[in-house]
């Protein structure tokens, strides 16, 4: 996963329904109605799905590398779940992405 995470704005938080959470050992994952997946807490063994293994204590976006005519298509992560050292993902099309 490339670096580009981007800290939760207020703004943002407040115009964003959480559908979904999901908790690790030591972070946790949350799920967006629109889609967007956050995630915050411990980032060793990148389990925070930013490209860094730095902590976080506010919520950061989880950035997806999706195929050129998935981005097009605009795939949806509709899933989330979470293990111990690990995170996971689920779209609509059914592909899984999983990091940690």
Known sequence: MEDKASALSISEDLSRKI???AAGEAHTIALTGDG??????????GRLGT?????????VRVEFEL??????????????????????????????????
């Open 19 to 21: 559908i979904s959470l």
């Open 51 to 59: 490209g860094k293994e730095s902590d976080e204590l506010v919520p």
């Open 67 to 100: 195929p050129e005519q998935a981005t097009v298509d605009r795939t949806r992560i509709v899933g989330i779940a979470a293990g111990a050292y690990h995170s996971l993902a689920v779209s609509d099309d059914g592909s899984v992405w999983c990091w940690g």
């Open 36 to 45: 967007c997946v956050y995630s915050w807490g411990r980032g060793m063994f």
